[in-house]
């Protein structure tokens, strides 16, 4: 069985869906991984605005995404896809057609035959338009950022949640209008707005909806 969880940068997806995968006892697989991933190589061996050499680095590289660690020809870049730097550049190869094919069918083969949590943008609408079951998660822009600051600020980090906000608007604005790929509600996917609500909570909620199906 396929469920796929897609909603806004903030929305909680990656802690939902990794609680839940563990819950169900399924494959848990962050797509938004494979493009920080893809991002990385581009920037450490290429040229983030060719489409050529966003092509040649993604064809050459074989991405895994196992649990928390994410692999680059078999060595861990977990850590270093999550910087700032890499999520500013991620737009130029999430807006690209070709990369976003090739990560999709990557994301089909490491699916194939197992029952899979699958978290991203696009999994209930372009990867897996016939998962069994589909959520889009969502939060008011305003509780994202919120939730944001506090994990942020627990790192150390000095940031305000106006700034969070508005990088926030600008990856939700990207994220929305892209022409390939673009963050959309399935129109089969059930909806669920998390304000107000924790973590737990809609693990909880969610197991409970998927094994009643
Ligand atoms: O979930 P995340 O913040 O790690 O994702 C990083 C970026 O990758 C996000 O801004 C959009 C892009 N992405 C995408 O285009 N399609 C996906 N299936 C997952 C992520």
Excluded: C, W
Excluded at 85 to 95: M, P
Excluded at 137 to 154: K, N, V
């Amino acid at each position: 069985m396929i469920v796929t969880i897609d909603g806004p940068a903030g929305a909680g997806k990656s802690t939902v869906a990794r609680g839940l995968a563990a819950r169900l006892g399924y494959l848990f697989l962050d797509t938004g991984a494979m493009y920080r991933a893809a991002t990385y190589a581009v920037m450490q061996s290429g040229d983030l605005k060719e489409q050529k050499s966003r092509i040649m680095v993604t064809n050459g590289i074989q991405i895994d995404v196992q649990g928390n660690t994410v692999l680059i020809n078999g060595n861990d870049v977990s850590s270093l896809i999550r910087t700032a730097e890499v999520t500013r550049n991620i737009h130029f190869l999430a807006d690209d057609p070709l990369v976003r094919s090739r990560l999709v069918k990557r994301q089909r083969a490491i699916a194939r035959g197992q029952n899979v949590v699958t978290e991203g943008r696009d999994q209930g609408t372009v990867a897996f338009p016939d998962a069994e079951f589909k959520i889009f998660l969502t939060a008011s822009p305003e509780e994202r950022a919120r939730r944001r600051h506090t994990e942020r600020s627990a790192l150390g980090e000095e940031i305000t949640i106006d700034e969070i906000l508005a990088s926030q608007n600008i990856r939700d604005k990207q994220d929305e209008t892209r022409t390939v790929g673009a963050l959309q509600k399935a129109a089969d996917a059930l909806e669920v707005v998390t304000d107000g609500m924790t973590i737990e909570n809609v693990i909880a909620l969610l197991e409970k909806i998927v094994l009643k199906k």
